[in-house]
């Protein structure tokens, strides 16, 4: 099968993506085959080219994908073959930017009808991680009456997750954004209050007359974590996603804030025993987008995929710039 990877850790401008054949992947009991027509771009994905050396052949990265199942395995009972179907993927399996791929049934979710299937493989990842943040590590309920800080409102995990707040809780939401363009974007996702991330949060958060009691910290934490600790209720919640360096966490204690990781490859890394949530809660984000109560976040198709094509993407998301979600179409 035909597949791409990049030859060359660090830069993208050393990475050397290339097409290459390769084997068709092996599936196990609980595996599906998925002809891949779909798949998009995450920090993921430019996070592991930049540290992870391809061993003798290129290095396949994607981790989210939208396609049709090939081949089951002798344990699965919740996909059949010719079903459409979308996910995210598994960090230490080979990725998703080739001709076919194998994926554990219980991190998959049934395709949204209302999507094509390009614009489906923008929607997985970002929304395991929105929801795992919001319910498991923040432990948000549905009742929920207080304030959510989403820091980095306009990127993809902000774009869905301003929604799901919104449309399964009682939290009001102020998102951060800088460009006029991602204001307007982060508006449209649902967010009742905009600030500005490149200014004191906490000085806006003052200025507002609001005290939040859950802040997702999706990008710059170490630069926001002391305004973070300083605008945060007492016996609030943080959850990150990012990577900072170091985090005196000790800072919260007299407030006793909640520290919290989500990282959404952990069920599918460690075979956790619910990692069928992944599949359940997929299915709902799919109901969610074919009957509108969610809408789509990517905005921007970059083509077929190819070595130029993904090279671009990745140029794209290093940028810093995209808003929502860009996507790629498949070799199908």
């Given amino acids: 099968m035909k597949a791409i990877g990049y030859t060359q850790m660090g830069s993208i401008e050393n990475a050397g993506f290339t097409e290459f054949s390769t084997d068709t992947p092996e599936i196990g009991v609980h595996d599906l085959l998925v002809e891949v027509h779909g798949v998009s771009l995450n920090p993921v994905d430019t996070k592991l080219r930049k540290r992870a050396e391809p061993e003798g052949t290129p290095k396949v990265l994607g981790y989210d994908a939208a396609g049709i199942v090939k081949q089951v395995g002798s344990a699965v009972s919740k996909f059949s073959i010719?079903?459409?179907?979308?996910?995210?993927?598994?960090?230490?399996?080979?990725?998703?930017n080739s001709e076919l791929h194998a994926v554990d049934e219980r991190i998959v979710g049934k395709k949204p009808s209302s999507l094509g299937m390009a614009e489906a493989a923008g929607i997985p990842l970002t929304a395991i991680t929105a929801?795992?943040?919001?319910?498991?590590?923040?432990?948000?309920?549905?009742?929920?009456?207080?304030?959510?800080?989403?820091?980095?409102?306009?990127?993809?995990?902000?774009?869905?997750?301003?929604?799901?707040?919104?449309?399964?809780?009682?939290?009001?939401?102020?998102?951060?954004?800088?460009?006029?363009?991602?204001?307007?974007?982060?508006?449209?996702?649902?967010?009742?209050?905009?600030?500005?991330?490149?200014?004191?949060?906490?000085?806006?958060?003052?200025t507002l007359g609001i005290q939040p009691k859950y802040v997702a910290a999706l990008t710059g934490t170490e630069g926001h974590f002391d305004a973070i600790i300083s605008l945060i209720k007492p016996r609030g919640a943080v959850a990150f996603i990012d990577d900072p360096e170091v985090l005196n966490i000790k800072s919260g204690k007299q407030k006793a804030i909640r520290f919290a990781w989500e990282f959404m490859f952990t069920r599918p890394m460690f075979n956790t025993t619910d990692i069928d949530e992944q599949h359940k809660l997929l299915n709902r984000v799919s109901e969610m987008l074919d009957d509108g109560t969610l809408i789509s976040t990517v905005t921007k198709n970059l083509g077929k995929i190819s070595a130029q094509t993904l090279t671009e993407a990745h140029t794209q998301q290093e940028s810093g710039r995209v808003i929502g979600k860009n996507v790629l179409e498949g070799f199908y």
């Fill in 131 to 206: 929801w795992e943040l919001l319910f498991d590590s923040l432990c948000v309920t549905n009742n929920a009456n207080d304030e959510l800080l989403v820091i980095g409102g306009a990127g993809g995990v902000g774009s869905i997750l301003i929604q799901l707040a919104k449309k399964l809780t009682n939290l009001s939401v102020i998102a951060t954004a800088s460009r006029q363009e991602s204001i307007d974007w982060v508006k449209k996702m649902g967010a009742d209050h905009v600030i500005n991330h490149n200014e004191p949060i906490d000085v806006q958060m003052k």
């Fill in 82 to 96: 010719g079903d459409e179907v979308f996910y995210a993927g598994d960090i230490t399996r080979p990725g998703t």
